[in-house]
Every structure is written in C-alpha cells, then in structure tokens.
Nanobody, 125 residues
Framework: QVQLVESGGGLVQAGGSLRLSCAASGRTISAYNMGWFRQAPGKEREFVVA????????LYADSVKGRFTISRDNAKNTVYLQMNSLKPEDTAVYYC??????????????????WGQGTQVTVSS
C-alpha cells in the first residue's frame, strides 16, 4: 500500500519561508516522478512543481519559479518543497503526488497515481 504523508505546513507572514516534506512508503520514490500541487479555497487544484525520477530535472509553475525549490532524498524516500518569499496568494492546501509508472514528468494531475492528504499553508499579509 502506497502512502504519502505531507508535513511542514503552517502559518507564516508574507516574505517568510516554509519547508514541506512528503514521506513515502510502499514505493521507492527514486523510480518515480514526484510532484507538488496546491488548492486554494474556491479554486481548482493546480500544479506547483515536479521532479523527475532519474536525472533530477525539474518543472515549475511560473507563479513559483525562483521562489520554490523541489528536492528529493532517495535514502529517506522523501521529497521536499522549500518555499521562500511566500505571498498571501500562496495560501493553499499543498499535496504531494507520486507519478504513474513510466509516465512522463508532467503538470497534469492525471499523470500522478497516488496523493497525500495535504498540508495547509497560510501566508498572512
């Protein structure tokens, strides 16, 4: 059984930083693309960033480029999202996702097979 457990969310002032973690069990994440998505109140879930299974290439949404950084520690089977220079519009529930077997690194939710339960990030102005 695959489980993804996010942690690290919380309340932070604008301009501050948070580091989210996604601990995986049931799969070795080094074999999969991993992604982070977010859903703000009243909005659809949207792509934030992805990291590839092999060569650690990354893909960022324009809204977070230069502020957020995704990384992975395969020894810990964990993916991280470092979020700097946070803005109120970054307020959302953040979800970690594990990509489909042999699927491409992608922005589309359909290319991810397993999802975490989410962690709330609130940025105050």
């Amino acid at each position: 059984q695959v489980q993804l457990v996010e942690s690290g969310g919380g309340l932070v002032q604008a301009g501050g930083s948070l580091r989210l973690s996604c601990a995986a069990s049931g799969r070795t994440i080094s074999a999969y693309n991993m992604g982070w998505f977010r859903q703000a109140p009243g909005k659809e879930r949207e792509f934030v960033v992805a990291i590839s299974r092999n060569v650690d290439s990354t893909l960022y949404a324009d809204s977070v480029k230069g502020r957020f950084t995704i990384s992975r520690d395969n020894a810990k089977n964990t993916v991280y999202l470092q979020m700097n220079s946070l803005k109120p519009e970054d307020t959302a529930v953040y979800y970690c996702a594990l990509g489909r077997t042999f699927g491409p690194m992608a922005r589309t939710q359909g290319m991810y097979e397993y999802w975490g339960q989410g962690t709330q990030v609130t940025v105050s102005s």
